[in-house]
C-alpha cells in the first residue's frame, strides 16, 4: 500500500467491497459522514452517509450480479473513474462510476452515469424496488 495514492488504495478497497460480497458494515465504513452521491436518475444530489450508503448498497445489490464487471479504469491523486457493464432482464448497460476519497480514505463523492436509455429506466426501476424494500 506504501506510494499507492488515495485512489488506488480507494479502488482496491472498492473492489474488495464489490468481490467480497457486498458486506452493508464493511460498505458503511468506506463511506465518509459528508459524502454526496449524484445519481443517474435522481436530480438532486443526496448527501451524507445514511443516503450514500443507502444507494450504494442498492446499487450493489442489483448491479452485483456474475454479469457485472469493470472493464476500464483511469486512477489518479484521490479520484478515479471506473466503467462497467452488466446485463438486467436482458437489457445491456454500460455505465461509469466517478469517484473521489478524501485523506482517510473513504468516500466523499461518487457520481453514476449509464446509458442507454433503456438501461437507465430498468436501473430506475429496480433501484426504486430495492430502496422501497430497505426503507
Not at 483511469?74 to 452488466?86: K, N, R, S, Y
Not at 436501473?123 to 430502496?131: C, I, R, V
Request: charged letters at 20%; hydrophobic letters at 50%.
Amino acid at each position: 500500500m506504501i506510494g499507492q495514492s488515495i485512489a488506488e488504495r480507494g479502488v482496491a478497497a472498492w473492489h474488495g467491497y464489490m468481490d467480497g460480497g457486498a458486506d452493508a458494515d464493511v460498505l458503511r465504513s468506506m463511506i465518509a459522514e459528508d459524502a454526496v452521491f449524484h445519481s443517474p436518475v435522481v436530480h438532486t444530489p443526496q448527501v451524507g452517509q445514511g443516503k450514500v450508503f443507502a444507494y450504494l448498497f442498492a446499487a450493489s445489490k442489483v448491479l452485483g450480479s456474475e454479469d457485472f464487471t469493470y472493464v476500464r479504469e483511469i486512477v489518479g491523486g484521490d479520484q478515479a473513474m471506473l466503467e462497467f457493464t452488466d446485463t438486467l432482464d436482458g437489457i445491456h448497460i454500460n455505465g461509469v462510476d466517478i469517484i473521489r476519497w478524501n485523506d482517510a480514505g473513504q468516500i466523499v463523492d461518487f457520481k453514476v452515469m449509464v446509458r442507454p436509455l433503456k438501461a437507465v429506466n430498468k436501473l430506475w426501476e429496480q433501484m426504486a424496488a430495492m430502496l422501497a424494500k430497505a426503507g
